[in-house]
């Protein structure tokens, strides 16, 4: 996603809140949904998770249909993960592990995905 497309203040929230990429955080994802390769900016430069450099914020849809709309720019919606694992798979396998993660910050919000789920 285009930095742009979300308020500064939202960026550096869920910035502050996510310590960087999540695809390699297992307190985040849990152990068995770790990225297996490092963070990467768009040239394939590593850098460490928390660093800023290479990291998006990526919208994450309560839907997952094609033709859902898009998920809003809010604290509640988004996540921070480097460019690596997000336009190069992590991120599009592991949106349900995006959710759930999510879901335990933001249980009011996600309460209908999370019924959806079975999970009260």
Known sequence: MVMA???????AAV?????GCIAVQPDKVGAANVAAT?????????????????KTYEHVREEAAMGAPKA???LAHGVIVCWRHGVQSWELAHKDV???????????VWAA????????
């Open 98 to 108: 995006e959710r759930v993660y999510l879901a335990r910050l933001y249980p009011d």
């Open 15 to 19: 910035w502050y809140r996510d310590g």
């Open 113 to 120: 995905w999370l019924l959806r789920r079975g999970v009260t």
């Open 72 to 74: 809003p720019s809010d």
């Open 38 to 54: 490092p963070c990467a900016d768009q040239w394939g430069r590593e850098w460490p998770f928390d660093s800023p450099r290479g």
């Open 5 to 11: 497309e979300v308020a500064r203040e939202i960026w």
